[in-house]
């Protein structure tokens, strides 16, 4: 079967699931989209290595790379092979320069492992007619591809009142408490500023 390559285009809190998001991966140089629900775990994880956040502690994924690379291990490819009653399944295709070896995977581990092994995602075009949204030229734009504030998130001070300084202090702080949703706000707000 022939492959298509994915792109991340962005994600959303869930409107219609409750401490969800949705991942919309986008086909490489086409107009179909293909919306996955994910949990909130998944989906910071995913966020923190898109902004290239540098955390205290290693995450799960930090630590799958880490172990996976220390035994001379790496995932050439993920591949979105199945999608049934709503679910969406994928496989790791991975190599240690001898053997390669297929290993089960949540969708949202799988991307979450993909963008930090740096390699390619793909599914089927089976799977993109059963689940893909076609996207059409004029109605499709940059700010739709954004991540949608939680009503919590909305409600806090904007960070524009804080100077350069105290942005800086507010970004260290958030990284060190994990809270790294609010980290990748203040940082946004501090590329603004330069």
């Known amino acids: 079967m022939e492959k298509i390559r994915l792109e991340i285009i962005g994600m959303s809190y869930s409107q219609s699931q409750s401490g969800a998001y949705a991942l919309i ?3 490489k ?3 179909r989209r293909l919306p996955i629900i994910i949990g909130g775990f998944e989906a910071q994880s995913i966020a923190i290595e898109l902004e ?3 955390t205290p502690r290693p995450l799960t994924h930090d630590l799958f790379k880490t172990f996976a690379e220390s035994f001379d291990i790496r995932i050439r490819e993920v591949i979105i092979n199945k ?3 709503g679910v969406f399944y994928a496989m ?3 190599s240690d320069g001898k053997t390669e ?3 089960d995977s949540r969708t949202s581990d799988a991307i979450a492992l993909a963008l930090r092994f740096g390699c390619p995602v793909y599914t089927y075009e089976s799977i993109m007619v059963a689940a893909g949204i076609l996207m059409e030229e004029d109605t499709e734009s940059p700010k739709q591809d954004e991540p949608a504030e939680d009503e919590n998130l909305a409600e806090e001070t904007s960070f524009s009142e804080y100077s350069l300084e105290e942005l800086t202090q507010m970004l260290q702080s958030a990284v060190e408490n994990e809270e790294y949703e609010k980290a990748s706000r203040i940082r946004d707000e501090i590329k603004k500023r330069k």
């Open 25 to 27: 991966l986008g086909e």
């Open 29 to 31: 140089d086409g107009k």
């Open 52 to 54: 290239k956040i540098k």
């Open 83 to 85: 999608f049934s009653e």
């Open 92 to 94: 790791l295709i991975c």
């Open 101 to 103: 070896i297929e290993i």
